[in-house]
Structure formats: structure tokens, C-alpha cells
């Protein structure tokens, strides 16, 4: 709980009078939408300053951080979204801008180890590209909200690697475990990828000091990344939770919705494959059916 303090009527009044002043500056904008966002900008942020009755020296570290914060970031490294990830700001955004329509397959965090131009590997493919894990058939039907197939849509998927790592971790640039597809003319996608596994988010930069400061865990329920994206729908940028997992409930970024979480089917090794592959020891096989939510009008 935050620490009352008494703050004279005086004071605030001129504390009250800077913040209408900052607002009144903005009067001109003239993009009412800038405008909105940064009038609410400046009375949230002073009214977090006041409340907390920031000092001088906090108000200095905080600058330190974000600009740590930069300094970390580049075209492989996103520093700014895991803080807004463990912030919980990403998955609120999200949330309001996913509101639940029917049946609609729930949207959660995007996370930062997306990147753009990932493999075609074709239905049926092997997203993994030598990326350390056990083998995971992944199918599943993309329908609208009525159950209708959705043909040809785009399937991106993305995840980490048994050692929890994103390629882009990786120390020689190479591709692994991402990659997409397009489901079939009855709307259904299947391929190859790893069984997913539970990892803590990049932990060696300021959002992993924030995590130790305040004694929570970097470590992320496991999950495979997909975003599904079909002309004349709301594209959407989901997870896909193993049932079990030690993490559901501590999920570092928020991430967790009970409708994503599914049955991991684990098989012995020798268990016949879907497609006739042959794979050494145990592979497991999920299967998750998108709904998109039509696109907003
Ligand atoms: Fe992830």
C-alpha cells in the first residue's frame, strides 16, 4: 500500500495549476486525437508524480532506466516491449482491442521475437530448422465465426527452443523454429514445429532488474506463437498454452488466457506419425481451431 502524505492546500493548488497549464499548451493541436493522448498523457503522469511524491533522485534513476532501456534496443533486441510486457500494458491494449466477438479465438501478446519474412514451409512443413526440441505436430481448422473454413489464410508461427531461446538469441543469425503457412481449400493447417517449453525472458538488461527489484520471476509459461491472417477478418496474434504447465498462473507478461491453454498429447517413441515421418524418440501433437472474428467495419 502506497504511504498517505499530507500535502498543504497551498501546494496543491500550485501543483494543481502546473498540470492545467501543461494541458492548456496543447490546446492547438490539431489532430484531436494527438490532442486527447497527450492531454491524458500529462494528467496520468502528474498525477503519478504527485501521488507518489517522486524526488528529485527517483526521477533521475527513472530517466536512467529508459534510457538504458533505448540503449538496449535494436532491429533484434526490444527492450521497450518487454517492459511494456512485464508492465502488463501490452496485454491491456490488447484486450481492448480484441473485445470478445461470439466465439472468436482470444488474442494475447505479440511479444518481441516476431520477425517479418519467416519461411514458407508449406503445409505439413517443419517449422523447427534443426532447432533443439522434441518433434510437435501442430494442426488444427481456421473458421470464421459461424464454423465456415477459411481458406488460404495466412498461418505465422513462432516459438523458443528446448533451451528456451528465439533464434534471434542465437550467436549466427541462422532461422529456426519460425516460419508459416496457408491453410487448405477446407480451411485446415498442420505442421511440424517443437513441443513447446517454459523460458525466462531476456533477464540481463534494465526489465530484468526491475523484476529482481520487485521479486518477480522472468520466466514465461511455455507457448507457441501463431497470427492468423485472413482477408476480411481481425487478424489475430495468439498463443497456444500446454495444459500443465508450471507457469500458467505466473506468466512474466501476462499472457495467459484459460481458452488458449490446450491438452499436449505426448507419444512414445515408435508411435506411427500423422504424415509417416520417422522420429527417433517421443513427439507430442496439439490441436488448436482458430475462429477469426470478422474485421471491423
Ligand atoms: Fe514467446
Redesign the pocket.
Known sequence: MGTEHHVPAEQQAREADLVERVVASFAGTPALRTRELVEALTRHLHAFLRETRLTEDEWGRAIAFLTEVGHLTDDRRQEFVLLSDVLGASMQTITINNEARANATEATVF?P?FVEGSPDVGLGGDISAGAPGEPCWVEGSVTDTSGAPIAGALVEV???DADGR?DVQYDDRRVAARGHLHTDPDGRYRFWAVTPTP?PIPDDGPVGELLRATGRSPM?AA?L?LMVVADGYRTLVT?VFPRGDDYLDSDSVFGVRDSLVVDVAHQLPGTPTPDGREVAGPWSRIHFDVVLAPAAT
Open positions: 511479444g521475437f513462432w516459438e523458443a528465439y523460458y514465461r507457448h506463437h498463443h
